[in-house]
């Protein structure tokens, strides 16, 4: 599939900027089922310094300041991205304690790779209820592929997807409690629930196909940047879940960035320097499918 992906952001400040400082993940990366075919991240007001690269995840990472004064801070991210099927994951698998065992046992690159994901991390603390929640998907011997879409299932039918009920810094142990929260509270949660029985797990941060085909249905998301859930299954690779949409995760899914939970990989952040006491967000998502022969892909530099 071919993807035209605008992601546009507007800040709204109560009193003048004098400075920002900022981090971008916006810029779709590159897997072995997508590729991005052009990028271009518009900044206004224009930004005064500007720097590329790949930050410790293999992510593409923008930093940009911008100097006021100013009050309205907007950031326009354009992509053409190509999208296709990847390997179907193996029917079963290991069982997820085989899985739990090779990820501690091996020291290969790829093996230490994975081991990186089954730790704690700003965002994702394991504790018992989440570990009591865990074992309700991860019973003996189950193959670990069946334990992690079952354990997606759950969380899509017993939790109520609510915008605003939580915050970035909402802890997990709250979402558990009120069953309530968005698609990163449940990509976190799934996530939290991998590591708890032992199993690497990671954050991963896109976006969703905004207008489904024909006769499809619409999936919960798909305004804003949205998240999911990756797991290693040794010998096979990363198995990409959506708790959120009770889905596995493929050509109506676009990869910006991913890591150890939604702090490593925000799609902007910064530090701003005045601005009042208040201000205010908005952001909006459109991924477009195009036919093969769409309108011609973005060619003005990167930066604005």
């Known amino acids: 599939m071919n993807y035209l992906v605008v992601h546009r952001t507007h800040y709204r400040y109560a009193g003048t900027v004098t400075r920002c400082c900022n981090e971008a993940h916006l810029r779709p990366r590159e897997t072995a089922t997508q590729h991005c075919l052009a990028h271009r991240l518009e900044v206004e007001p224009e930004a005064a310094t500007w720097g590329e690269r790949i930050d410790f995840f293999g992510n593409p990472a923008t930093d940009f300041t911008v100097d006021g004064p100013f009050e309205d801070l907007v950031v326009i991210a354009t992509s053409r991205v190509d999208v296709v099927e990847g390997t179907p994951p193996p029917d079963g698998g290991p069982a997820w304690e085989e899985a ?95 590591r708890a029985v032992g199993l690497s797990a990671r954050y991963v941060s896109g976006y969703l196909e905004t207008e489904p085909p024909s006769g499809g249905q619409r999936l919960t998301g798909a305004d804003a940047s949205h998240a999911w859930a990756s797991t290693f299954v040794p010998g096979w690779g990363w198995f990409d879940i959506d708790p959120t949409n009770d889905r596995v995760a493929g050509v109506s899914y676009v990869t910006t960035a991913w890591g150890r939970d939604y702090s490593d990989v925000s799609p902007l952040r910064g530090v701003v320097f005045g601005g009042g006491p208040t201000q205010s967000l908005e952001v909006s998502v459109d991924v477009v499918r195009l036919p093969p022969t769409g309108p011609p892909a973005p060619t003005r530099p990167s930066r604005r």
């Open 100 to 194: 739990r065992d090779w990820i501690a046992a091996d020291r290969t690159p790829t093996g230490l790779d994975a081991r990186q994901y089954c730790f704690d991390s700003p965002l994702v603390r394991v504790e018992p209820d989440l570990h009591a929640y865990a074992l309700g998907s991860f019973g003996a011997g189950r193959p670990l592929i069946d334990g992690v879409r079952d354990l997606a299932a759950r969380i899509h039918a017993e939790f109520r997807y609510e915008p605003g009920f939580t915050t970035v810094s909402t802890p997990l142990a709250d979402v558990l409690r009120h069953r309530r929260g968005v698609c990163q509270d449940f990509a976190h949660l799934a996530i939290a629930c991998c």
